[in-house]
């Protein structure tokens, strides 16, 4: 009886905790039961209605739960579920508020992208299964939760790049994304199972309390996060593992450029966050100088994105690269950690973790620009983008924001983020990973300036006839998330404090 | 709460008339505009402040309150104005107004999205001048340029494009150094604060630490360029200075009124806050080589003007020569040369204005601004015509108007100067600039103003609109106003500038 008991308050203390993460899965599931009830009827309204209603409860679940102090220090400490496998806290939910709020917007937009498409279930029910695993890896404490959530997040994610089945460039960027990601995944599952061979745990507490006693195995338990790196670099779009980016953010239907070039980035880099600050920090004294290797790919990464971003002639190409550079900035956040337990550390990496929040609304709302475009239909360079701000005004105005906090100019969100995060990594002592970034963002400001010019300054070469038809769900997703960029600066108190709070309990 | 309340009214402003249908625009901005300059107004006649705001002084209007911990520091939100920056508010508020004014006739094209961002330029502009805290004053820094970026751009003239992105990469990579150069220095002082105040004082007490291998000397000096460079291009000087006729030849009227009139001054002010301020000792050491540059930004660009052919280009050249009075009052580091230097700012402004209004309204009647197309306008557009002659002779430092009493306070202030070595050299010379201004405003008028009548254009002369001389006449009046009391700045003037000479021990006149 007692047994029962228990099993019954655990059960609703588990859902109680993992709620933002049901939610979604719920809703995922409710819009493939709605297109499985009524095959025959396209319920674009409901469907789209059903998942952004389940995003945005998730959303204000988890900043529910942000705000109460749940799983936090000051709410009683991170809850550990399923024989600790899975971890509710403030880093969790942090990360659950930022994918959560990119699939809202992302689903709100979609709307107008589905007009004609014969089937927005099934796109629908892939974007929120792919959302739910995202929110998985965010509370994902073990090796084996992480790699399978891992996964779970990928396969909608290869199958909604493919979307446009007609599109060739849809089609050829899936099966890039899906055969990288292959290779990535067995390389990040063979280094999982290295790592479980020097320290005979998956768990990711116990793989720290592991690494003293590798002995004559930290070779193996070297090498096995070296893999583990690797995968991570794939997830998040970093090099070496970054040449399916510029692809499939081209290829894919706009909003799902913009859902995995911020929330499925924003899930990789919170899963190497706390592997890496949880588990592999004891390493950096025994196996290999991890620290070192981020800083090596942080630096290359922030070069390439940025350099390459400015040779672009495509708006939506030129943004995958700047994505791979916003990649670099928040590796930093991995770079810059040491091994001993210097306050440092935790302000480095809550910077980074500010730093996705704010990329999450500037880079989401300039790609549902970018689907704006693609709706009327005008073009991809940037010279079709000439004379958008006359017809266009508001959204035109929303981008101008976006490209600008993008850059890092101290006008908007993506300021502070980026300086809290080049202070933190001088702090830290790494003025040469600081020194790179203020360099590399100091360049992005010219090409992100090209589209700002071309939107306001330049005259329209062609007829604009098309931007008569304003797509009531774009606009509203780009305006909110302009809105949100803009008030980052003034409020961005919250959110550091929060994110500093969930890396210094990650240290802990 | 009375800056929050200016600035949260200019914003909201900004938003309603670019949200409004283009025909409603012009007025309603006009309308909404002098909601800042009662603010202005009153908190100039209201004012209790005394002393520098930065070195311990009582700052008026003062609003502290925290903004974000991080990393071990306080950002705050932390505004409120001295005896310097009270006369910068109110020149913003009152030129603003009267820039939009001149507005009506020039801008015929997304008229709402224009005045949407002159209201959101002035409120960035309050801003700067108000904010106390090195981000709060960072933020509005750069967001002055945002707007300033667009208006050039869009609604500028033919080489808009390049006179725009000039512009906005030459302020941009200055804004980079400085900020560069005055985190090394902040990171460096045992303060865990932003606030310009207790950097200033801290740095006074001489807590400057080591940054990395720089030890403390050579990181003030080091800090110093940086801040130096960064200001120096905004206010301009010589040879930072080529974005400036690019940007006001290109800029439309109003634009350049708001450019020369206040955007200029934020150099000016910002070198005086950070610069003279803060690391009075390195400015001193560095007096020689600023003053001499000061001096050939007075020659310099007074030759240049000489040279040109377009009226605008004239009075955008004369801006460079008159900041560097400016920058010579700054070094001159007496009660007479920072308080005539933060003067000149306001009495500058002023005239500047006057002179790129006046040009507009020519150029809205003529369709040209070319010296050798147009003679003998005094007869048929005589009212603008004369404002023009009073505009100049007030450039010129005509006695009872405002440009006078600034370069008057500079020169005497400059002339016995004790830190500045050479001082009197530098300030016969820099009096001889007065000498090519009045050369090249007089043979530019007696050209096009007097003589018969001639134009050559395919247009035909149009009648200035009342709304067009309205503004020209309000600007002449504050000039006089301003030239026959100076007191009614002057000394609140004096109040804050005469603290920073214990500095430096004293100092003359």
């Known amino acids: 009886m007692s047994l029962l008991l228990q099993a019954t308050?655990?059960?609703?203390?588990?859902?109680?905790?993992?709620?933002?993460?049901?939610?979604?899965?719920?809703?995922?599931?409710?819009?493939?039961?709605?297109?499985?009830?009524?095959?025959?009827?396209?319920?674009?309204?409901?469907?789209?209605?059903?998942?952004?209603?389940?995003?945005?409860?998730?959303?204000?679940?988890?900043?529910?739960?942000?705000?109460?102090?749940?799983?936090?220090?000051?709410?009683?400490?991170?809850?550990?579920?399923?024989?600790?496998?899975?971890?509710?806290?403030?880093?969790?939910?942090?990360?659950?508020?930022i994918v959560t709020s990119v699939a809202a917007m992302v689903s709100v937009a979609s709307y107008d992208y589905l007009e004609a498409d014969e089937n927005p279930g099934s796109y629908y029910s892939l974007l929120l299964f792919a959302t739910t695993a995202m929110t998985l890896m965010a509370v994902a404490n073990s090796l084996a939760t992480v790699f399978v959530s891992l996964e779970m997040a990928s396969l909608p994610s290869y199958a909604l790049v493919a979307y446009l089945k007609t599109n060739r460039g849809s089609v050829e960027a899936g099966l890039k994304y899906f055969l990288i990601g292959a290779v990535s995944a067995a390389v990040f599952a063979f280094g999982i199972s290295l790592v479980y061979g020097a320290t005979g745990s998956l768990l990711l507490t116990d793989i720290a309390a592991g690494i003293g006693g590798v002995g004559d195995l930290d070779g193996i338990l070297g090498v096995g996060i070296l893999m583990i790196a690797g995968g991570f670099a794939f997830k998040t779009a970093s090099v070496p593992f970054h040449f399916w980016a510029p692809e499939a953010y081209e290829g894919a239907p706009a909003p799902i450029s913009a859902f995995l070039s911020?929330?499925?980035?924003?899930?990789?880099?919170?899963?190497?966050?706390?592997?890496?600050?949880?588990?592999?920090?004891?390493?950096?004294?025994?196996?290999?100088?991890?620290?070192?290797?981020?800083?090596?790919?942080?630096?290359?990464?922030?070069?390439?994105?940025?350099?390459?971003?400015?040779?672009q002639t495509e708006v939506k190409r030129m943004l995958a690269y700047s994505s791979i550079g916003h990649a670099g900035y928040a590796l930093i956040g991995l770079a810059a950690v040491t091994a001993d337990a210097n306050p440092a550390n935790a302000t480095v990496m809550g910077a980074a973790m500010a730093h996705l929040f704010v990329y999450g609304?500037?880079?989401?709302?300039?790609?549902?620009?970018?689907?704006?475009?693609?709706?009327?239909?005008?073009?991809?360079?940037?010279?079709?983008?000439?004379?958008?701000?006359?017809?266009?005004?508001?959204?035109?105005?929303?981008?101008?924001?976006?490209?600008?906090?993008?850059?890092?100019?101290?006008?908007?969100?993506?300021?502070?983020?980026?300086?809290?995060?080049?202070?933190?990594?001088?702090?830290?002592?790494?003025?040469?990973?600081?020194a790179v970034g203020a360099v590399t963002s100091a360049l992005s400001l010219f090409y992100y300036s090209r589209v700002v010019k071309a939107l306001w300054f330049e005259e329209a070469n062609g007829s604009l006839d098309a931007l008569d038809s304003k797509p009531?769900?774009?606009?509203?997703?780009?305006?909110?998330?302009?809105?949100?960029?803009?008030?980052?600066?003034?409020?961005?108190g919250p959110v550091i404090e929060t994110a500093e709070a969930a890396a210094a309990a990650l240290f802990a | 709460m009375i800056i929050e309340a200016l600035l949260a009214a200019t914003f909201l402003s900004a938003v309603i008339v670019f949200a409004l249908p283009d025909e409603y625009a012009p007025k309603t901005a006009f309308g909404l505009s002098l909601v800042p300059v009662a603010g202005g107004l009153y908190m100039w006649a209201t004012f209790t402040g005394s002393g520098n705001a930065l070195t311990g002084g009582d700052i008026a209007f003062q609003t502290v309150l925290p903004w974000l911990e991080v990393a071990g520091y306080t950002f705050q939100w932390y505004v409120g104005v001295d005896g310097i920056s009270l006369p910068l508010v109110v020149l913003t508020t009152f030129l603003t107004s009267l820039a939009i004014v001149s507005a009506w006739t020039p801008i015929d094209d997304r008229k709402s999205q224009f005045y949407g961002l002159m209201l959101l330029m002035e409120a960035n502009l309050i801003g700067v001048f108000t904010a106390l805290d090195f981000f709060a004053w960072f933020v509005?820094?750069?967001?002055?340029?945002?707007?300033?970026?667009?208006?050039?751009?869009?609604?500028?003239?033919?080489?808009?494009?390049?006179?725009a992105i000039k512009f906005f990469v030459y302020t941009n990579i200055a804004s980079l150094v400085m900020f560069i150069g005055f985190m090394m220095l902040v990171l460096s002082l045992p303060i865990n604060s932003f606030g310009l105040p207790a950097i200033t004082q801290s740095l006074a007490a001489g807590e400057l630490g080591s940054f990395f291998f720089l030890s403390p000397d050579a990181l003030a000096a080091v800090a110093f360029v940086a801040l130096f460079i960064g200001f120096a291009v905004k206010v301009p000087v010589v040879p930072v200075h080529t974005w400036l006729p690019?940007?006001?030849?290109?800029?439309?009227?109003?634009?350049?009124?708001?450019?020369?009139?206040?955007?200029?001054?934020?150099?000016?002010y910002a070198l005086l806050r950070f610069n003279f301020t803060m690391l009075p000792e390195q400015a001193s050491a560095f007096a020689v080589p600023i003053a001499a540059i000061a001096v050939v930004s007075v020659i310099y660009g007074a030759m240049l003007a000489l040279a040109q052919q377009d009226l605008k280009r004239i009075v955008a050249y004369s801006s460079v020569s008159s900041m560097g009075y400016v920058i010579l009052g700054l070094v001159a580091f007496t009660e007479f040369g920072l308080g005539g230097a933060t003067f000149q700012m306001i009495a500058h402004g002023l005239i500047s204005g006057l002179m790129f209004m006046a040009v507009g309204v020519i150029y809205n009647a003529t369709h040209t601004r070319l010296v050798g197309d147009m003679s003998g306008l005094a007869d048929r557009m005589p009212i603008a015509v004369w404002i023009l002659v009073a505009g100049a002779f007030a450039y010129m430092g005509l006695p009872l108007m405002a440009g006078f009493a600034g370069e008057f306070f500079i020169f005497v202030g400059s002339f016995g100067s004790t830190t500045l070595q050479y001082a009197p050299v530098f300030t016969a010379l820099a009096m001889f600039g007065i000498v090519i201004v009045a050369g090249y405003l007089l043979f530019a008028m007696q050209r096009t103003l007097f003589g018969p009548f001639r134009l050559e254009t395919e247009y035909e002369l149009d009648r200035a609109p009342i709304h067009d001389i309205a503004p020209l006449v309000a600007l002449l009046a504050a000039i006089i106003v301003l030239g026959v009391v100076p007191s009614l700045f002057w000394n609140m003037i004096l109040d804050a500038t005469v603290p920073l000479l214990d500095l430096l021990g004293g100092g003359a006149l």
Do not use: C
């Open chain 1, 262 to 311: 911020s929330a499925s980035k924003a899930a990789g880099f919170v899963v190497a966050f706390r592997v890496f600050a949880v588990a592999f920090q004891p390493a950096l004294g025994v196996a290999i100088d991890w620290g070192l290797l981020f800083g090596i790919l942080a630096v290359v990464t922030m070069v390439l994105g940025n350099f390459a971003a400015a040779t």
């Open chain 2, 246 to 268: 690019d940007a006001h030849v290109e800029a439309p009227t109003p634009v350049s009124v708001m450019l020369a009139g206040v955007l200029l001054k934020m150099g000016t």
């Open chain 1, 361 to 434: 609304f500037m880079n989401t709302g300039a790609f549902l620009f970018i689907a704006m475009v693609e709706h009327w239909g005008i073009g991809r360079t940037f010279e079709d983008y000439a004379g958008v701000g006359r017809k266009a005004p508001m959204a035109s105005l929303a981008m101008a924001v976006f490209m600008f906090s993008l850059a890092g100019l101290p006008v908007f969100g993506g300021f502070f983020s980026k300086y809290i995060l080049f202070l933190g990594a001088i702090n830290a002592g790494f003025w040469w990973l600081a």
């Open chain 1, 9 to 97: 308050t655990d059960w609703a203390f588990s859902v109680r905790a993992l709620a933002p993460v049901l939610v979604v899965a719920l809703s995922g599931l409710a819009v493939l039961g709605i297109d499985s009830l009524w095959p025959d009827e396209r319920s674009l309204e409901l469907v789209a209605g059903t998942a952004v209603a389940g995003t945005l409860s998730a959303l204000g679940l988890s900043l529910w739960y942000l705000a109460s102090g749940t799983g936090q220090p000051g709410g009683g400490g991170a809850i550990r579920l399923f024989s600790e496998t899975i971890i509710v806290d403030g880093t969790a939910l942090l990360f659950i508020a």
């Open chain 2, 140 to 163: 509005f820094w750069e967001a002055v340029l945002v707007p300033m970026y667009f208006l050039i751009g869009v609604w500028g003239g033919p080489r808009r494009q390049y006179a």
């Open chain 1, 472 to 492: 009531t769900g774009l606009y509203a997703a780009v305006i909110v998330a302009g809105v949100v960029t803009v008030l980052l600066l003034p409020g961005f």
